[in-house]
């Protein structure tokens, strides 16, 4: 390591600490040449991890891409604060532990959405509805009352989901018109 003050390689190390993560290590350090004390920070560097999206394309594994969806999903919901982070860290660390260079982003839905089956699911058929492409409401219904059926699966205290759509009245052509002041 060079000193960052003289540019000597000759230094040595004064304390060493983990931080609160235990995937990092502080340490000072003191230059032999000019005295002078620095901090450096050491990690074990991840293997790369791409993704693998819908049309083939492949892109670096944002875990934060990741914890944004996750934290829209649970937004305004009955869950502890940092949630979406734990979830995000928890599904990276599945895939890096997994040894695998490439994931296909629906495994990664898949992951996300299995886990927030168990946190709450408001939030799971909010993130379905993002993350598979619904295409209609009544895709969405389909996808509730699937989500409804498995609630023997749900965490105890979680917020149970049902969809009760008022039938959709479509008025004439005419008398939509009428109504916004427009002639008929």
Same mark, same amino acid.
């Given at each position: ?9 000759d230094t040595r190390v004064v304390d060493s600490r983990d931080l609160d993560d235990s995937a990092t290590i502080r ?9 002078? +004390? ?87 058929? +909010? ?23 498995? +609630? ?33």
């Open positions: 390591m060079r000193c960052p003050a003289c540019s000597e390689r340490r000072r350090r003191e230059c032999n040449a000019c005295s002078a +004390r620095f901090t450096t920070y050491e990690r074990v560097e991840s293997a790369r991890l791409s993704v693998v999206k819908r049309a083939g394309e492949r892109q670096e594994f944002d875990r934060q891409k990741l914890a944004d969806g996750l934290e829209k999903a649970l937004w305004r919901r009955p869950v502890p604060a940092g949630t979406s982070e734990e979830v995000a860290d928890g599904i990276e660390a599945t895939l890096r532990g997994q040894g695998i260079g490439e994931v296909a982003s629906a495994r990664i839905g898949q992951m996300a959405m299995e886990r927030l089956r168990q946190l709450d699911q408001i939030a799971l058929v +909010r993130y379905m509805s993002v993350h598979q492409r619904l295409e209609g409401i009544d895709q969405l219904k389909r996808e509730v009352d699937r989500v409804h059926a498995q +609630r023997g699966r749900a965490a105890p205290g979680q917020t149970t989901l049902s969809l009760d759509l008022p039938p959709v009245v479509v008025a004439p052509a005419a008398a939509a018109t009428r109504r916004r002041g427009g002639r008929s």
